[in-house]
């Protein structure tokens, strides 16, 4: 079951990415419920820093699993990642650009706002 879906700023939760398909749920947004135990709830753009981080912190983002309906992903790509491993690669200022009207408030039992406005994608 879905938490509620709202953002950060405490408006509706828009849209993440769609090609790929990201979230917890593969719907495109950043949804979470009780069994995203990860908390897939930060919509951030791939950089290639952060995804050489998470690749060192044992978490391949790059290499394509087909068996999971999973592309792999690139720098550019938008993608639903777990608030710890957000904080983690912040901070060690390798944080990756976040898309605040697509990240749920629920990043926010993990991570400040202002660390979230500090990295957030400008339009």
């Given at each position: 079951?879905?938490?509620?879906?709202?953002?950060?700023?405490?408006?509706?939760?828009?849209?993440?990415?769609?090609?790929?398909?990201?979230?917890?749920?593969?719907?495109?947004?950043?949804?979470?419920?009780?069994?995203?135990?990860?908390?897939?709830?930060?919509?951030?753009?791939?950089?290639?820093?952060?995804?050489?981080?998470?690749?060192?912190?044992?978490?391949?983002?790059?290499?394509?699993?087909?068996?999971?309906?999973?592309p792999g992903l690139k720098a550019g790509d938008r993608w639903?990642?777990?608030?710890?491993?957000?904080?983690?690669?912040?901070?060690?200022?390798?944080?990756?650009?976040?898309?605040?009207?697509?990240?749920?408030?629920?990043?926010?039992?993990?991570?400040?706002?202002?660390?979230?406005?500090?990295?957030?994608?400008?339009?």
């Open positions: 079951m879905k938490t509620e879906s709202l953002n950060v700023l405490g408006t509706p939760l828009q849209i993440c990415g769609l090609k790929p398909k990201t979230g917890f749920f593969r719907d495109g947004c950043c949804h979470t419920g009780t069994h995203d135990v990860g908390s897939h709830t930060v919509c951030a753009l791939m950089t290639e820093e952060f995804l050489e981080f998470s690749l060192n912190k044992g978490n391949d983002l790059v290499t394509p699993r087909p068996e999971y309906d999973f639903c990642v777990c608030a710890l491993r957000w904080l983690e690669a912040s901070e060690a200022s390798v944080a990756p650009p976040v898309v605040l009207e697509s990240t749920h408030k629920k990043a926010l039992e993990v991570i400040t706002l202002a660390d979230l406005q500090y990295h957030a994608l400008l339009a």
